[in-house]
């Protein structure tokens, strides 16, 4: 099959009038940042500066921006969550994955999670628009390192089997290499062994035995099937995979809402990273911006030059097929690390950019709320009996926030962007996984502005500042 040869891809990439964020005066180190009270504002205009992808000598790489945002081809209408559904959707996604796993083998520290776990849709903030089919039809998918199977919702459908998105539906019989997978084949064999889900050909779209099923189930109680399909997905303008495999989705239901479907990034066989291994190695990188007015970059293989990058190991759980894992040492606000024993960091961290808060045990959790407000004490908090620490920066104009940084196992030390890696609606981004020793989650808005590069073959992950 003929793919193109080096693709080189520089983004247009922008942000917010924001940046009168300057630093405070301090000697060295710099542990607190003053930012204006702007930069908690959503932004209505998407507006222009630059950033680069780091070149790859074979990849491909495109736009990435917020769903909600006014760089979004077809922005969602409705308006984002409060913190509060927020946080509460982000448990329900993380409760799901918790639940699901089988915990036996607790004392060792291994974590045992079933293959094809879903993850919470509903939940997803960041969307790539691709182009499906010949000719291609743009497709607004929304990204998630939680689930593996990418889907887009296929005409013929109605109301009550299709929700309402703003694009036309997906229309296969428009498409001159669209071809539905034949039950029986080995590409359909591997989707039903993996899955627990009746996939395959004992489920598919129209009734007959002929053609490849596929069902999946979110945690939130999103589903889809239909057809598991084979079609040229284009990445970029002519940068198309020809032989995609994606499911055509012919009945949908649970809280989805208005995107064209979901591209799946996990490590399982169905993913796109994985897919697409023979071409890009397997590796994939993301920046996501730090306002919804921004735009940042999904890149399919690995630059030539990871010299700007740190690595972490990344693991996966023992009967994991999706997860990414990677694993806390410490962390520090405004410049100090906070005292935790490293024991209660090792259920590890699932990278989940499908979530959009953090998830950390008990006790890091504890401290760094109260390291947080400790710092913040300036500012009065939004009084709440969910644990939450959200802040009511009326009247003010700037904002004096402590840097936070996390620590990865080989002592890489992330500082979180501030204010838009910390801070969701003036909220501390971060929430409680449960108990020391648990899984928990990196969620996406302490990605912001990192490019996080997943070197799957090489067992690591890489972050890079100021990436977007
Ligand atoms: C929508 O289509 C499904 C399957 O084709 C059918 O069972 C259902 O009755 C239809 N609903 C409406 C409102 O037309
Ligand atoms: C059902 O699948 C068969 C086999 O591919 C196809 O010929 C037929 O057109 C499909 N029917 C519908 C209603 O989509
Ligand atoms: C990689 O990039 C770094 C800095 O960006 C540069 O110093 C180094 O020489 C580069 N290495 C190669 C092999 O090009
Ligand atoms: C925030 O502070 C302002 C002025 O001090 C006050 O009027 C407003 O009610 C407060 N909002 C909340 C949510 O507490
Ligand atoms: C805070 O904001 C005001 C006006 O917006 C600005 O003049 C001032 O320099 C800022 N203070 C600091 C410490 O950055």
Request: hydrophobic share 0%; aromatic share 0%; charged share 40%.
């Given at each position: 099959m003929a793919y193109p040869p080096l693709f080189l891809y520089i983004l247009l990439v922008v942000f917010g009038s924001y940046l009168s964020t300057i630093s405070a005066a301090g000697?060295?180190?710099?542990?607190f940042v003053v930012v204006s009270t702007r930069s908690f504002q959503t932004q209505d205009v998407c507006s222009t500066s630059t950033s680069t992808v780091a070149p790859r000598p074979n990849g491909a790489a495109v736009p990435l921006v917020h769903r909600h945002g006014p760089c979004a081809k077809s922005p969602s209408t409705d308006k984002p969550s409060s913190f509060a559904e927020t946080l509460r959707r982000s448990r329900v996604r993380a409760d799901y994955v918790m639940s699901t796993m089988q915990m036996q083998d607790q004392e060792e520290g291994k974590v045992s999670i079933p293959a094809h776990l879903g993850t919470f849709v509903d939940s997803q903030e960041y969307v790539v628009t691709l182009g499906l089919g010949t000719p291609a039809v743009e497709q607004v998918l929304l990204l998630d390192t939680g689930s593996d199977l990418s889907w887009v919702q296929c005409a013929p459908c109605n109301s009550t089997d299709c929700y309402p998105q703003k694009d036309p539906l997906f229309d296969p019989r428009k498409s001159s290499t669209y071809a539905p997978i034949p039950c029986g084949s080995d590409v359909c064999k591997i989707l039903q062994s993996d899955d627990h889900l009746n996939n395959g050909c004992s489920m598919n779209g129209n009734g007959t035995q002929s053609q490849c099923g596929y069902r999946v189930e979110y945690g939130g109680g999103s589903k889809t099937s239909g057809v598991y399909s084979n079609e040229a997905l284009t990445l970029a303008p002519g940068v198309i995979i020809k032989d995609f495999h994606f499911g055509c989705g012919y009945k949908q239901g649970g809280p989805n809402d208005k995107f064209d479907g979901l591209l799946g990034l996990g490590r399982a066989p169905e993913s796109l990273p994985v897919q697409t291994s023979a071409l890009y190695g397997g590796s994939f990188s993301h920046c996501l911006p730090s306002v919804s007015s921004g735009t940042g970059f999904l890149a399919l293989g690995a630059p030539s030059n990871t010299s700007g990058f740190s690595f972490t190991p990344m693991t996966q759980f023992v009967d994991s097929v999706t997860d990414y894992v990677v694993k806390l040492t410490g962390i520090s606000v405004g410049g100090k690390q906070l005292r935790i024993p490293g024991k209660v960091f090792e259920g590890g961290l699932i990278v989940d950019c499908g979530n959009i808060i953090s998830h950390l045990p008990s006790t890091p959790y504890a401290k760094l709320r109260s390291a947080f407000r400790a710092a913040m004490a300036a500012y009065p908090l939004i009084p709440s009996d969910d644990h939450d620490t959200c802040y009511n920066f009326t009247g003010y104009s700037n904002v004096t926030v402590p840097k936070v940084a996390l620590t990865f196992t080989g002592g890489v030390t992330i500082d979180l962007d501030v204010p838009n890696g910390l801070l969701l609606d003036g909220c501390l981004a971060f929430t409680d996984s449960g108990s020391d020793g648990y899984v928990g989650f990196l969620g996406n808005v302490q990605m912001r502005t990192l490019e996080m590069l997943y070197d799957v073959r090489g067992g690591r992950l890489g972050f890079r500042a100021g990436a977007c």
């Open positions: 000697d060295g180190e710099q542990s």
